[in-house]
Antibody
Framework: QVQLVQSGAEVKKPGASVKVSCKAS????????IHWVRQAPGQGLEWMGW????????NYAQKFQGWVTMTRDTSISTAYMELSRLRPDDTAFYYC?????????????????WGQGTMVTVSS | DIVMTQSPDSLAVSLGERATINCKSS????????????LAWYQQKPGQPPKLLIY???TRESGVPDRFSGSGSGTDFTLTITSLQAEDVAVYYC?????????FGQGTKLEIK
């Protein structure tokens, strides 16, 4: 079936970086945008950006520009989100989610499939 | 940036009754060129990722029970759950995908009265 499976929980110290993976299966990975969304404990959802797995093109929320990097490896149908210079308030669940077909301009579509989430804890 | 505001923040409804959640965007999310509202609704149960319920403001995702419906246009939207079931206890979020940064409402927690 169509699914996104994310890497396991991470514990990092302030100032470190974390790289979360999101492996797609059951559909053509390069055919759909992948978004990244985070959710701090007990809080709401915050969109971080998207990657076009076909072209590698990205669009980051202004808040995250300069410290998030989204990449992909099409040979293994996997998207990655790396966040650098971690702070304690980056502690959150990080989700990948499938967006619309890459032919849709600017990824303007709802998120129909979500990964299970990766908990990232930042603590000294 | 478009700000999404939901009301109420929490809601308690009796089993079998109707639940209504409202969502207001700070600017219109209706594209005049295709007459579509770039608005989605998600359901999130404890310990789970969000699940898409409604897109284009009123189109139900495949497999979603027909007791869930979405309505509205422009800046004002509503998610209605008719005949509330115990499994509908969750937090519900609206989201605009009209322009980046895509933004979500703060969430509405739905409980059983």
């Amino acid at each position: 079936q169509v699914q996104l499976v994310q890497s396991g929980a991470e514990v990092k110290k302030p100032g470190a970086s974390v790289k979360v993976s999101c492996k797609a299966s059951g559909y053509t990975f390069t055919g759909y945008y992948i978004h990244w969304v985070r959710q701090a404990p007990g809080q709401g959802l915050e969109w971080m950006g998207w990657i076009n797995p076909n072209s590698g093109g990205t669009n980051y929320a202004q808040k995250f520009q300069g410290w998030v990097t989204m990449t992909r490896d099409t040979s293994i149908s996997t998207a990655y989100m790396e966040l650098s210079r971690l702070r304690p308030d980056d502690t959150a669940f990080y989700y990948c989610a499938r967006g619309p077909l890459v032919v849709v301009v600017a990824a303007l579509g709802a998120f129909d499939i979500w990964g299970q989430g990766t908990m990232v804890t930042v603590s000294s | 940036d478009i700000v999404m505001t939901q009301s109420p923040d929490s809601l308690a409804v009796s089993l079998g009754e109707r639940a209504t959640i409202n969502c207001k965007s700070s600017q219109s999310v209706l594209y005049s060129s295709n007459n579509k509202n770039y608005l989605a609704w998600y359901q999130q149960k404890p310990g789970q990722p969000p699940k898409l319920l409604i897109y284009w403001a009123s189109t139900r995702e495949s497999g979603v029970p027909d007791r869930f419906s979405g309505s509205g246009s422009g800046t004002d939207f509503t998610l209605t759950i008719t005949s509330l079931q115990a499994e509908d206890v969750a937090v519900y979020y609206c989201q605009q995908y009209y322009s980046t940064p895509y933004s979500f409402g703060q969430g509405t927690k739905l409980e059983i009265k």
